[in-house]
């Protein structure tokens, strides 16, 4: 069995047949991502290496008939050297690689080595040309596929890319691999004693599967407006650690528009821009500067080159990671008073508090005697209020003041409820689990402050899921990106609905 394995691998030629990798398309039929045929250069080492050798027989032939006056004296006879020089050159030029990475594929004991994936058609004629025009087989193309974004920056953070080998890598294009990837094909072809393809009755096709296509929840319209804005804000406020923003569907959980600025182009993923190279150079202690120094755009270049190369590579992979990362699901943060519906939700349904309490604000509160007062962002304060007027005006001493009525067990409880302790479960990887206070350590002064949104963190994702359950009905649902999956003759293999995990509150 080991040598007829043996024999199996020398007598019998695979070639694969790359599947093409379905498309992305947003919630009205847009197209968000796509593949399209490009070319696989690669080499049959061993023939190659035979055929060599039957060039440097023809060219000893010719050197003899030239002595022997059948061939003209001037004729040129390149020999076998001359011309594996001229492919390693010809190769190296057209494919954008070494020509010792060329040299070595040459020398390689196998039938199919490859050279370089992704290459665009003219380039493939080129070589094919060339190939013919010296009598060589030894080296070939296939079709393979390159992925497409033709709305380049939108829905980055979501959407994800591939890489060199057609795999997803982050976003929908991870998550959603195995439907999008579809199953490559292969030939298989029996090979005669000197590595040459047998006639086509010995050889046998596996068609590839092409990939389904994936149809999102998002809409393209909502989600340029939402990264227009979120690109003004950044550059407005010189936003330091990039600024997210999702857009929900209340009531069944589908994301509209999700995204992280500055963003960056799907089909250069690997480009980063100076200032946010020079901001990774400032978070990792590489420049010698302040922490707290604002680096701006027209002067990072000049920051940038204070680093040896071996800091800026450092930097630069720092970058490339952060911008590739999604904000809104695998960054935590402190929510503030956007918590304070949570809060105010829980109090009500617990009945510790109605719509006609009243609340005194002296602009701080000291939650317990030798402590520090805790201050409301007024500091003149909002004197007597309703509830009403608390929540308008986002009055801390008042959230204090319902947290306390509410208690640490009951606050904890509905924290979790709200689903603020566990993942949501959306259909994007690296979703990041909150940072929160437990029960057990929760005194007087924790719940004060976790009851105005400080003290926890949570993800962006984890909050406007929480938040949706306050204001429809009291359902906490799932968040999801993908609405359907459908293969390539039409049918719908996957749907995504609404999905309901608990009723938190009471409509």
Same mark, same amino acid.
């Given at each position: 069995?080991?040598?007829?394995?043996?024999?199996?691998?020398?007598?019998?030629?695979?070639?694969?047949?790359?599947?093409?990798?379905?498309?992305?398309?947003?919630?009205?039929?847009?197209?968000?991502?796509?593949?399209?045929?490009?070319?696989?250069?690669?080499?049959?080492?061993?023939?190659?290496?035979?055929?060599?050798?039957?060039?440097?027989?023809?060219?000893?032939?010719?050197?003899?008939?030239?002595?022997?006056?059948?061939?003209?004296?001037?004729?040129?006879?390149?020999?076998?050297?001359?011309?594996?020089?001229?492919?390693?050159?010809?190769?190296?030029?057209?494919?954008?690689?070494?020509?010792?990475?060329?040299?070595?594929?040459?020398?390689?004991?196998?039938?199919?080595?490859?050279?370089?994936?992704?290459?665009?058609?003219?380039?493939?004629?080129?070589?094919?040309?060339?190939?013919?025009?010296?009598?060589?087989?030894?080296?070939?193309?296939?079709?393979?596929?390159?992925?497409?974004?033709?709305?380049?920056?939108?829905?980055?953070?979501?959407?994800?890319?591939?890489?060199?080998?057609?795999?997803? *890598?982050?976003?929908?294009?991870?998550?959603?691999?195995?439907?999008?990837?579809?199953?490559?094909?292969?030939?298989?072809?029996?090979?005669?004693?000197?590595?040459?393809?047998?006639?086509?009755?010995?050889?046998?096709?596996?068609?590839?599967?092409?990939?389904?296509?994936?149809?999102?929840?998002?809409?393209?319209?909502?989600?340029?407006?939402?990264?227009?804005?979120?690109?003004?804000?950044?550059?407005?406020?010189?936003?330091?650690?990039?600024?997210?923003?999702?857009?929900?569907?209340?009531?069944?959980?589908?994301?509209?528009?999700?995204?992280?600025?500055?963003?960056?182009?799907?089909?250069?993923?690997?480009?980063?821009?100076?200032?946010?190279?020079?901001?990774?150079?400032?978070?990792?202690?590489?420049?010698?500067?302040?922490?707290?120094?604002?680096?701006?755009?027209?002067?990072?270049?000049?920051?940038?080159?204070?680093?040896?190369?071996?800091?800026?590579?450092?930097?630069?992979?720092?970058?490339?990671?952060?911008?590739?990362?999604?904000?809104?699901?695998?960054?935590?943060?402190?929510?503030?008073?956007?918590?304070?519906?949570?809060?105010?939700?829980?109090?009500?349904?617990?009945?510790?508090?109605?719509?006609?309490?009243?609340?005194?604000?002296?602009?701080?509160?000291?939650?317990?005697?030798?402590?520090?007062?805790?201050?409301?962002?007024?500091?003149?304060?909002?004197?007597?209020?309703?509830?009403?007027?608390?929540?308008?005006?986002?009055?801390?001493?008042?959230?204090?003041?319902?947290?306390?009525?509410?208690?640490?067990?009951?606050?904890?409880?509905?924290?979790?409820?709200?689903?603020?302790?566990?993942?949501?479960?959306?259909?994007?990887?690296?979703?990041?689990?909150?940072?929160?206070?437990?029960?057990?350590?929760?005194?007087?002064?924790?719940?004060?402050?976790?009851?105005?949104? *400080?003290?926890?963190?949570?993800?962006?994702?984890?909050?406007?899921?929480?938040?949706?359950?306050?204001?429809?009905?009291?359902?906490?649902?799932?968040?999801?990106?993908?609405?359907?999956?459908?293969?390539?003759?039409?049918?719908?293999?996957?749907?995504?609905?609404?999905?309901?995990?608990?009723?938190?509150?009471?409509?």
């Amino acid at each position: 069995s080991f040598y007829q394995e043996k024999a199996n691998e020398y007598h019998f030629g695979e070639i694969s047949i790359s599947a093409n990798r379905g498309s992305i398309y947003d919630a009205n039929g847009v197209i968000l991502a796509q593949s399209a045929t490009v070319y696989k250069i690669f080499m049959d080492p061993d023939l190659f290496r035979s055929e060599l050798e039957k060039k440097k027989e023809n060219a000893e032939a010719q050197q003899k008939q030239i002595a022997n006056g059948e061939l003209p004296s001037g004729t040129v006879v390149k020999t076998a050297d001359q011309v594996q020089e001229e492919i390693i050159s010809f190769l190296a030029e057209k494919l954008e690689i070494k020509e010792e990475t060329v040299r070595s594929a040459m020398e390689e004991n196998t039938q199919y080595k490859i050279l370089k994936t992704q290459v665009e058609k003219p380039v493939a004629d080129e070589i094919i040309a060339f190939m013919d025009e010296n009598s060589l087989n030894s080296i070939q193309i296939e079709e393979d596929t390159k992925r497409y974004y033709p709305q380049d920056e939108l829905a980055a953070s979501v959407i994800g890319f591939t890489n060199g080998d057609g795999d997803g *890598q982050y976003g929908i294009e991870y998550q959603y691999d195995d439907y999008l990837s579809g199953t490559d094909g292969k030939v298989i072809s029996a090979k005669d004693a000197y590595g040459n393809e047998m006639p086509y009755r010995y050889a046998k096709t596996y068609e590839a599967q092409d990939g389904n296509s994936v149809y999102l929840t998002i809409d393209r319209t909502l989600q340029y407006s939402l990264e227009k804005n979120l690109e003004e804000t950044v550059s407005q406020f010189e936003i330091e650690d990039r600024a997210c923003g999702i857009i929900m569907n209340a009531k069944t959980g589908a994301i509209l528009a999700m995204a992280t600025a500055p963003g960056f182009n799907l089909n250069e993923p690997s480009e980063v821009p100076d200032l946010q190279i020079a901001q990774a150079a400032q978070d990792m202690e590489l420049l010698d500067i302040d922490k707290n120094e604002v680096i701006k755009k027209d002067n990072a270049k000049s920051y940038l080159d204070q680093l040896t190369e071996e800091q800026l590579d450092e930097a630069y992979v720092a970058a490339r990671e952060q911008q590739w990362k999604n904000k809104a699901i695998t960054e935590l943060y402190i929510p503030g008073s956007v918590f304070k519906v949570v809060t105010s939700s829980a109090a009500l349904e617990e009945k510790a508090i109605s719509v006609n309490d009243s609340f005194d604000c002296t602009g701080a509160l000291v939650v317990v005697e030798g402590t520090d007062p805790i201050h409301c962002w007024k500091t003149s304060g909002h004197g007597l209020q309703t509830f009403t007027e608390a929540i308008t005006h986002s009055c801390n001493p008042a959230f204090m003041e319902i947290g306390r009525r509410l208690g640490a067990e009951s606050f904890f409880n509905y924290f979790k409820a709200f689903g603020l302790t566990e993942r949501t479960g959306i259909d994007l990887p690296a979703e990041a689990t909150s940072y929160y206070q437990g029960l057990n350590g929760m005194g007087a002064v924790e719940l004060a402050s976790c009851s105005f949104g *400080q003290t926890n963190k949570v993800t962006p994702i984890e909050m406007i899921t929480a938040y949706a359950a306050v204001i429809n009905g009291g359902e906490l649902v799932t968040p999801y990106v993908v609405s359907k999956i459908v293969d390539t003759d039409g049918n719908v293999v996957l749907t995504n609905e609404k999905t309901v995990k608990r009723q938190v509150i009471s409509a």
